[in-house]
Every structure is written in structure tokens, then in C-alpha cells.
């Protein structure tokens, strides 16, 4: 008797909904597609929404180096109120009037935070430190010092200036934003450090993915929609969406398989993964060249 379910193999598109972290939607995934190999590509923090890049079964393999791509968000910055977690989600531990702070200063203090930076990731991020993740020091009340690193800001542009007053009665100035940046970057160090450059402190109060890499919000899909539907992107779709293109002839295709280092073209030289398939269409590996031939970083044939 077959299995009328059989389990997907591939990537799912996941919009994210508040208030879940990333390994509960990896968990309802287990769920949904009946299997222990899921994975996420990139973590997401719970109040944030939005593309959320699942791997299933042999895709698996792929969440690595997509992981490294380029990721866009849409959020909403608080100047005039500093918290515990530099987002909504931790206490609110200063505040200071932001009614005087103009357009030209906040466009300044972007201009600043855009481009090759050197970001200190904040306190309550996953970050390792000594072994220990971050958050996990900050809530037993260490102190400690997370080493800057450096991430590139594509993009930080405003779109929209909004005065507000906080529940405390502080006037407050929110920024409706749009960021476009490399893996590893923190959009809530952004907050906190365009409110710190403009002497108001700032956080986050609002946070929404649009883009993994390739992968977009148009083609994610809700939890909710997935349990009805549950629509998987194929490896060979997902690896042409994301890598180069190198197509291989049948003989090359069993060499590769064979663990043969086959000789690359140069015009991969330097592209970082490129995903090689056979004749038929089939992902046999993602590659990467090194001294003119192809090491292997994942086989799927």
C-alpha cells in the first residue's frame, strides 16, 4: 500500500507569525510534513513577521548557503525610548523627548549606518559567546561585551515620519523603514544605534522579511495554509533560484557522483556555490570552484 502523503522534498516558504520563534515553525513543520528533517535557513526573532526559508528531507543540505544571502525588511523604529532588548519585546529602560529631531538629522545619522559597517549585535541575540549564547548570559545578568563585527547595509531608507507620544506621555518619532543588508545583520543594533547617534535612543517596534535571498513574501505561505496545502518548492527549482547554473553532460554527472574533482569552467571562478545538474534536470551537488576544479559542498545525486 503506498502512501497517499509521501513526504515532500524540498524548501518551504513560510510567513512567519508574531509571537512564534524560529524552531516552533520548525517544529509545526515536523508536524505538517510527518518528518524530523526540517530546518530553517536563518533565524527569525518571535515578535518579527514574514519569509521564513524551510528546508524538508535532502533540502536540508541547501539551508547552509542560503543562510548567507542577502535578507530585506520593512520595520518600524521608535526614536525617543531605549529598551532591554532594543526591541518591543524588553523593558523600557530610558526615555527622552524625540519632538525635536528632524528629517535632515535622521537622514544623516541612516546615512551613517548604511553602507560597510561595524555592528555590535545586541545583547539578546543568539550570538555565541565563549560557547554560551548571548541571551543567555544577558538574562542571568552578566556582564559582557559582544565583540563588533562587520555587515553591509545595501539599503536603510525611510519611508515615513510619524509623531507619537508614548504610554509614559514622552513625544516619541516613529520611522516607518526599509532595509536591504547582508546575513548577520541586526535590524533592532540598527534602532538602537540610529537613536543612540541622535541622542534620543532608539528601538524597534515592528519587524516584517520580505526577502530571503531569491525567495519572496508573494510566495510564502501562512501555517495555516500550509496544514491545507502544503506547497514545497523542489530542490532542482530552489538550487536554480538561488546558485549559478552549471549544466553537466552524462559522463561528467557520474564522475561527480563518483567523488571526481571534474575541472570547472572559468566563468565560475569566484561565484562562490554553483548547483551542477545532469542531463535530465536532476540537482546533483552544489560546488564551489577551488584551483580550477569543483569541490563538492553537498551531494544530492
Same mark, same amino acid.
Given at each position: 500500500?503506498?502512501?497517499?502523503?509521501?513526504?515532500?522534498?524540498?524548501?518551504?516558504?513560510?510567513?512567519?507569525?508574531?509571537?512564534?520563534?524560529?524552531?516552533?515553525?520548525?517544529?509545526?513543520?515536523?508536524?505538517?510534513?510527518?518528518?524530523?528533517?526540517?530546518?530553517?535557513?536563518?533565524?527569525?526573532?518571535?515578535?518579527?513577521?514574514?519569509?521564513?526559508?524551510?528546508?524538508?528531507?535532502?533540502?536540508?543540505?541547501?539551508?547552509?548557503?542560503?543562510?548567507?544571502?542577502?535578507?530585506?525588511?520593512?520595520?518600524?523604529?521608535?526614536?525617543?525610548?531605549?529598551?532591554?532588548?532594543?526591541?518591543?519585546?524588553?523593558?523600557? !529602560?530610558? /526615555?527622552?523627548? &524625540?519632538?525635536?529631531?528632524? +528629517? %535632515? #538629522? =535622521?537622514?544623516?545619522?541612516?546615512?551613517?549606518? $548604511?553602507?560597510?559597517?561595524?555592528?555590535?549585535?545586541?545583547?539578546?541575540?543568539?550570538?555565541?559567546?565563549?560557547?554560551?549564547?548571548?541571551?543567555?548570559?544577558?538574562?542571568?545578568?552578566?556582564?559582557?561585551?559582544?565583540?563588533?563585527?562587520?555587515? !553591509?547595509? /545595501?539599503?536603510? &531608507?525611510?519611508?515615513?515620519? +510619524? %509623531? #507619537? =507620544?508614548?504610554?509614559?506621555?514622552?513625544?516619541? $518619532?516613529?520611522?516607518?523603514?526599509?532595509?536591504?543588508?547582508?546575513?548577520?545583520?541586526?535590524?533592532?543594533?540598527?534602532?538602537?544605534?540610529?537613536?543612540?547617534?541622535?541622542?534620543?535612543?532608539?528601538?524597534?517596534?515592528?519587524?516584517?522579511?520580505?526577502?530571503?535571498?531569491?525567495?519572496?513574501?508573494?510566495?510564502?505561505?501562512?501555517?495555516?495554509?500550509?496544514?491545507?496545502?502544503?506547497?514545497?518548492?523542489?530542490?532542482?527549482?530552489?538550487?536554480?533560484?538561488?546558485?549559478?547554473?552549471?549544466?553537466?553532460?552524462?559522463?561528467?554527472?557520474?564522475?561527480?557522483?563518483?567523488?571526481?574533482?571534474?575541472?570547472?569552467?572559468?566563468?565560475?571562478?569566484?561565484?562562490?556555490?554553483?548547483?551542477?545538474?545532469?542531463?535530465?534536470?536532476?540537482?546533483?551537488?552544489?560546488?564551489?570552484?577551488?584551483?580550477?576544479?569543483?569541490?563538492?559542498?553537498?551531494?544530492?545525486?
Amino acid at each position: 500500500m503506498t502512501d497517499k502523503h509521501p513526504t515532500p522534498d524540498g524548501l518551504v516558504i513560510v510567513d512567519k507569525p508574531s509571537g512564534f520563534t524560529s524552531h516552533d515553525v520548525v517544529a509545526k513543520m515536523r508536524g505538517i510534513a510527518r518528518t524530523r528533517r526540517v530546518g530553517h535557513a536563518g533565524t527569525l526573532d518571535p515578535m518579527a513577521t514574514g519569509v521564513l526559508v524551510l528546508g524538508v528531507e535532502r533540502a536540508t543540505k541547501l539551508l547552509g548557503h542560503l543562510a548567507l544571502t542577502e535578507k530585506e525588511y520593512l520595520g518600524t523604529i521608535r526614536l525617543g525610548q531605549t529598551t532591554l532588548t532594543d526591541d518591543a519585546e524588553g523593558e523600557i !529602560t530610558g /526615555s527622552q523627548d &524625540a519632538s525635536k529631531v528632524t +528629517r %535632515d #538629522a =535622521v537622514d544623516a545619522a541612516v546615512a551613517k549606518l $548604511t553602507g560597510r559597517i561595524m555592528q555590535v549585535p545586541s545583547k539578546v541575540s543568539a550570538i555565541k559567546i565563549k560557547g554560551v549564547r548571548s541571551y543567555k548570559r544577558a538574562r542571568e545578568g552578566e556582564e559582557f561585551e559582544i565583540p563588533a563585527r562587520p555587515v !553591509t547595509v /545595501s539599503s536603510f &531608507a525611510v519611508y515615513d515620519v +510619524r %509623531d #507619537a =507620544v508614548a504610554e509614559d506621555g514622552t513625544p516619541v $518619532t516613529d520611522l516607518v523603514v526599509s532595509v536591504v543588508c547582508s546575513s548577520g545583520t541586526y535590524i533592532r543594533a540598527l534602532a538602537r544605534d540610529l537613536g543612540a547617534d541622535l541622542g534620543v535612543g532608539g528601538h524597534l517596534t515592528a519587524l516584517r522579511r520580505t526577502r530571503v535571498g531569491p525567495y519572496k513574501l508573494d510566495a510564502a505561505k501562512t501555517l495555516d495554509q500550509l496544514q491545507q496545502d502544503l506547497t514545497v518548492m523542489s530542490i532542482a527549482d530552489a538550487a536554480t533560484a538561488a546558485f549559478p547554473r552549471w549544466d553537466v553532460d552524462a559522463k561528467r554527472a557520474r564522475l561527480l557522483i563518483n567523488g571526481v574533482r571534474l575541472e570547472m569552467p572559468d566563468s565560475y571562478a569566484g561565484a562562490g556555490a554553483v548547483a551542477v545538474f545532469d542531463p535530465e534536470g536532476r540537482l546533483l551537488a552544489l560546488v564551489e570552484e577551488h584551483k580550477g576544479k569543483a569541490k563538492s559542498l553537498a551531494v544530492f545525486g
